[in-house]
């Protein structure tokens, strides 16, 4: 059985998938990594469920117009990272459930993309944790493997694809830990980009440039 990928600079990592649930999760748990492959040409490419639609606290303002701001946000962000490919599900934030139809559009995604690591949410996470997230981790992985890979399912989807990894963020059993502290300038500037999820953008920088250098990942070994 082929050995796992070494991290970001494995040089058989040519393409690279992120699916996740809102925007600024990407540079939450992983642009790091995402800076790292695409500062060495990897094709990167980013797959968001929902646009964040719910990510305000003023209740006096328009769904619509959140999203609006940011998909935006997460466009700019993504062009930081050196990612030129952002597709927005548009499923309504916080409201996302295992189903096959989520399944095969993330199918759909993969086998578009052809990804040789998917980088997602670890779904195994007890108790506390936002229900977007567990509910993309899982159905990501399914349609990763064996989904994506197998002809007849979803023959509509796209021709198969089979990923070799997933490299699952936010568990809390990882397995893979990458040093970003050369990049973490930019991803923290990718992170700023997000300035309607940003309270105080020194106090963040601070912040990150404390604890932010070291990204974590479950490897998963989708061969």
């Not at 991290?7 to 925007?23: E, S, Y």
């Not at 993969?110 to 159905?139: A, K």
Request: aromatic share 6%; hydrophobic share 40%.
């Amino acid at each position: 059985m082929p050995r796992l990928f070494a991290g970001p600079g494995d040089r058989r990592i040519k393409r690279a998938l992120c699916i996740v649930a809102h925007p600024d999760d990407i540079e939450y748990y992983c642009g790091g990594a995402v800076l790292l492959m695409t500062t060495r040409g990897v094709q990167v490419d980013f797959v968001l469920a929902t646009s964040g639609d719910k990510g305000a606290r003023e209740a006096s303002k328009s769904r619509a117009k959140v999203a609006l701001i940011r998909e935006r946000e997460q466009e700019l962000a993504a062009e930081l990272l050196g990612v030129k490919t952002v597709n927005f599900l548009r499923h309504p934030d916080a409201e996302l459930v295992e189903t096959l139809d989520l399944r095969k559009e993330l199918v759909r995604e993969i086998r578009t993309s052809r990804p040789d690591v998917l980088l997602t949410f670890d779904p195994n996470v007890p108790y506390r944790f936002h229900p977007d997230h567990r509910v993309v981790g899982r159905v990501a992985l399914d349609a990763a493997w064996p989904s994506a890979r197998d002809p007849l399912t979803f023959p509509k989807a796209g021709p198969p694809h089979e990923t070799a990894e997933a490299w699952c963020f936010g568990g809390l059993q990882p397995t893979l830990e990458i040093d970003v502290s050369e990049v973490i300038g930019k991803k923290i500037e990718a992170r700023l980009a997000h300035s309607s999820q940003t309270r105080s953008p020194a106090s963040l920088t601070r912040r990150w440039r404390a604890t932010a250098g070291i990204e974590k990942f479950h490897q998963v070994n989708l061969r």
